[in-house]
């Protein structure tokens, strides 16, 4: 069975991403996380922290995660939990900058992560009103 990445939530400075299945690794692209209104910053280079997960892994099944070759986590089944690493004071940031890498081995599971965008995004919103100081004629001011 392959394993499937699906983007559940992706707002502002927050995106939800299920991997799931068995005997397979799934790769999430950290510049793909995008809301309706974000772009990538011109010059910067996208970073997401993992600040969290939920997980149901049956008997038998392994799922490590791991950022440009650096194992970050690994869970054993059977196993389900969640797990708020800020609720612990800290997140995750160990190679924020790249993508991120999950391996399910042995049996499905279901690993949820919940991750925070930490630089590299900028909001392409513009706001319908004006302030004293703006120029109504120019985008951006």
């Known amino acids: 069975m392959a394993v499937t990445v699906t983007n559940m939530k992706v707002s502002h400075k927050e ?3 299920k991997v799931a299945g068995t005997a397979a690794t799934g ?3 950290i510049s793909t996380l995008l809301s309706d209104n974000q772009a990538l910053t011109v010059a910067g280079t996208p970073k997401v922290s993992i600040v969290g997960y939920h997980i149901n892994a049956l008997s038998g099944a392994t799922v490590t995660v791991t950022r440009n070759s650096v194992n970050v986590l690994t ?6 939990d969640t797990v708020q690493f ?4 800290f ?3 160990i190679e924020e900058d790249a993508d991120i890498e999950v391996a399910i081995a042995g049996a499905e599971a279901q690993i949820y992560l919940i991750l925070r965008k930490t630089d590299g995004f ?3 919103h513009e706001p319908a009103y004006y ?3 703006d120029d109504i004629t120019a985008v951006g001011s």
């Open 15 to 17: 995106a939800v991403v």
């Open 27 to 29: 790769t999430i692209d």
């Open 75 to 80: 869970i054993a089944g059977p196993n389900v």
């Open 86 to 89: 800020n609720n612990m004071g």
């Open 91 to 93: 997140v995750d940031s």
């Open 122 to 124: 900028s909001t392409t």
């Open 131 to 133: 302030g004293a100081y």
